[in-house]
Nanobody, 123 residues
Framework: VQLQAFGGGLVQAGGSLRLSCAAS????????WGWFRQAPGKEREFVAA????????SYADSVKGRFTISRDNAKNTLYLQMNSLKPEDTAVYYC?????????????????WGQGTLVTVSS
């Protein structure tokens, strides 16, 4: 089972990026998915989560209104559209899958993790 996150890069403040997370080895159709991030010297924190069907989402206050999480179960893929990026969004972004069907916000509730993709926002 492998989750691979990609789409990170360097972007100016105010710009946009779209992260993707592709799963292989099994289907995650009944799983909820999430995005977390970890900035240098800081703990990993919750960013966004989505339930198994895509009909329910949850966001950290710091990204609400700027980021959108979505999923394509047919492609076994998770997405994070990031708009109006700020320098404080700079971090390694990780995707994760949870056996819970509803969105989860804590690290301990996730069972599978991707390797992370670096997002750098310049001021």
């Amino acid at each position: 089972v492998q989750l691979q996150a990609f789409g990170g890069g360097l972007v100016q403040a105010g710009g946009s990026l779209r992260l993707s997370c592709a799963a292989s080895g099994r289907t995650f159709r009944g799983y909820s998915w999430g995005w977390f991030r970890q900035a240098p010297g800081k703990e990993r924190e919750f960013v966004a989560a989505i339930n198994w069907s895509g009909g329910s989402t949850s966001y950290a206050d710091s990204v609400k209104g700027r980021f959108t999480i979505s999923r394509d179960n047919a492609k076994n893929t998770l997405y994070l559209q990031m708009n109006s990026l700020k320098p404080e969004d700079t971090a390694v972004y990780y995707c994760a899958a949870s056996a819970y069907t509803a969105p989860r916000v804590t690290i301990a509730e996730y069972d599978y993790w991707g390797q992370g993709t670096l997002v750098t926002v310049s001021s």
